[in-house]
């Protein structure tokens, strides 16, 4: 499955190049609320959509996928369908009982594109639909996939995490660290235009990287509980890697979903140690504490941050990661950007209600970028 073009809008802004230079130098887009009461987030506040959260919502998606479109040269009457993940996008602010699909529908419409389908696995829910669309392509159905995935925050997603406990007191993100204390919200989209290599071949379209492998489980532990012991994490790598007929020593880099809570990392860390041993050199990054949790979105962001990773052989570091977790033996950038060697990656995201996806994908074409060869 080849990846032809990608576009995001983060609370860092919306260049691909703009903002992985931004991730390398270390800087954040989390910012202090002003003076509401409200927990520092990532917020699309400088050109962000406006308008209630439906209206917000579908013009974020509209922007971002016709960005991927536009860098993949390929009109969006060309793509066979819009396959959109969001962690329940505006219905828990919505007062009307509409189809979770209707965000879906509506994107679509806006951009011209004739099918379209819906995925809603919580924070897995932008991996989720790279993963569909690449089952829609494998089965034949389709050719061309426009996937991603969006969410804002909504007055509804911050009462729930309020009361879960997950955000961080701190007002800091950071993954692996022992004195880790929660995640904070950030809010975004991204979308890659999934392909045949028969379809891309055809075109003549640039191949930025390629989906090797996917793989995903539902470790069914609890409704917002992940596996601490990493197991369900595992088989969903473990299925990726079989899908790629890769080695657990052919992995160069680790795109995690390093959120900062307890739990989570704990999981993510026991999933790594099972699979890679003490031994692995891959690199391990994360993009929440520049990016925030963007919940339905972030599959996506971290699938393309991975791809960027892989293009300039470099992880941007965790600016507020200081004293690593025992249980994480694998290396991490925490004192600046840091390089690797090796073209293949993974992607991992842990949702609500014990969804795990894992993306394994490898590197694509080098291209000019300002300042020379990226």
Same mark, same amino acid.
């Given at each position: 499955?080849?990846?032809?073009?990608?576009?995001?809008?983060?609370?860092?802004?919306?260049?691909?190049?703009?903002?992985?230079?931004?991730?390398?130098?270390?800087?954040?887009?989390?910012?202090?609320?002003?003076?509401?009461?409200?927990?520092?987030?990532?917020?699309?506040?400088?050109?962000?959509?406006?308008?209630?959260?439906?209206?917000?919502?579908?013009?974020?998606?509209?922007?971002?996928?016709?960005?991927?479109?536009?860098?993949?040269?390929?009109?969006?009457?060309?793509?066979?369908?819009?396959?959109?993940?969001?962690?329940?996008?505006?219905?828990?602010?919505?007062?009307?009982?509409?189809?979770?699909?209707?965000?879906?529908?509506?994107?679509?419409?806006?951009?011209?594109?004739?099918?379209?389908?819906?995925?809603?696995?919580?924070?897995? +829910? /932008? =991996?989720? !639909? %790279? &993963? *569909?669309?690449?089952?829609? $392509?494998?089965?034949?159905? #389709?050719?061309?996939?426009?996937?991603?995935?969006?969410?804002?925050?909504?007055?509804?997603?911050?009462?729930?995490?309020?009361?879960?406990?997950?955000?961080?007191?701190?007002?800091?993100?950071?993954?692996?660290?022992?004195?880790?204390?929660?995640?904070?919200?950030?809010?975004?989209?991204?979308?890659?235009?999934?392909?045949?290599?028969?379809?891309?071949?055809?075109?003549?379209?640039?191949?930025?990287?390629?989906?090797?492998?996917?793989?995903?489980?539902?470790?069914?532990?609890?409704?917002?509980?992940?596996?601490? +012991? /990493? =197991?369900? !994490? %595992? &088989? *969903?790598?473990?299925?990726? $890697?079989?899908?790629?007929? #890769?080695?657990?020593?052919?992995?160069?880099?680790?795109?995690?979903?390093?959120?900062?809570?307890?739990?989570?990392?704990?999981?993510?860390?026991?999933?790594?140690?099972?699979?890679?041993?003490?031994?692995?050199?891959?690199?391990?990054?994360?993009?929440?504490?520049?990016?925030?949790?963007?919940?339905?979105?972030?599959?996506?962001?971290?699938?393309?941050?991975?791809?960027?990773?892989?293009?300039?052989?470099?992880?941007?570091?965790?600016?507020?990661?200081?004293?690593?977790?025992?249980?994480?033996?694998?290396?991490?950038?925490?004192?600046?950007?840091?390089?690797?060697?090796?073209?293949?990656?993974?992607?991992?995201?842990?949702?609500?209600?014990?969804?795990?996806?894992?993306?394994?994908?490898?590197?694509?074409?080098?291209?000019?970028?300002?300042?020379?060869?990226?």
């Amino acid at each position: 499955m080849c990846i032809t073009g990608m576009g995001w809008t983060t609370a860092l802004g919306d260049g691909l190049d703009e903002v992985w230079q931004q991730l390398t130098s270390g800087r954040v887009g989390i910012r202090e609320s002003a003076g509401d009461g409200r927990p520092p987030a990532a917020l699309l506040t400088e050109g962000g959509p406006a308008g209630p959260p439906s209206e917000r919502q579908i013009s974020l998606a509209v922007a971002t996928a016709a960005a991927a479109l536009r860098d993949a040269g390929c009109p969006a009457w060309d793509v066979d369908t819009l396959v959109l993940g969001s962690s329940l996008g505006p219905h828990l602010d919505d007062a009307a009982e509409i189809s979770p699909h209707t965000l879906t529908s509506a994107v679509a419409a806006q951009l011209g594109v004739a099918g379209s389908a819906s995925v809603s696995t919580a924070c897995s +829910s /932008g =991996a989720d !639909a %790279v &993963l *569909a669309g690449a089952a829609l $392509l494998t089965g034949g159905e #389709a050719e061309r996939c426009l996937c991603g995935g969006i969410d804002l925050l909504t007055d509804g997603k911050l009462l729930g995490h309020r009361a879960l406990g997950t955000l961080s007191a701190s007002g800091t993100v950071r993954p692996f660290d022992t004195d880790r204390d929660g995640t904070l919200f950030g809010e975004g989209a991204g979308f890659l235009l999934l392909e045949t290599r028969a379809s891309a071949t055809a075109r003549g379209a640039r191949i930025l990287g390629e989906l090797r492998g996917w793989g995903a489980s539902n470790d069914g532990t609890g409704p917002t509980a992940p596996d601490e +012991s /990493g =197991a369900g !994490a %595992v &088989l *969903a790598v473990r299925r990726a $890697l079989a899908r790629a007929g #890769a080695d657990p020593r052919d992995i160069a880099v680790i795109n995690a979903h390093g959120t900062g809570t307890r739990a989570n990392d704990t999981a993510e860390a026991a999933c790594y140690a099972t699979v890679f041993g003490a031994q692995s050199e891959a690199v391990v990054f994360a993009t929440k504490p520049a990016f925030g949790h963007t919940l339905g979105a972030t599959g996506a962001l971290e699938a393309i941050a991975l791809l960027l990773a892989l293009r300039h052989g470099t992880v941007p570091p965790l600016p507020h990661t200081r004293t690593v977790m025992p249980e994480l033996t694998l290396p991490l950038a925490t004192d600046g950007p840091r390089k690797f060697t090796g073209s293949l990656g993974i992607s991992l995201t842990l949702g609500f209600g014990g969804f795990n996806t894992c993306l394994l994908l490898s590197a694509g074409e080098r291209r000019t970028v300002t300042g020379g060869t990226a």
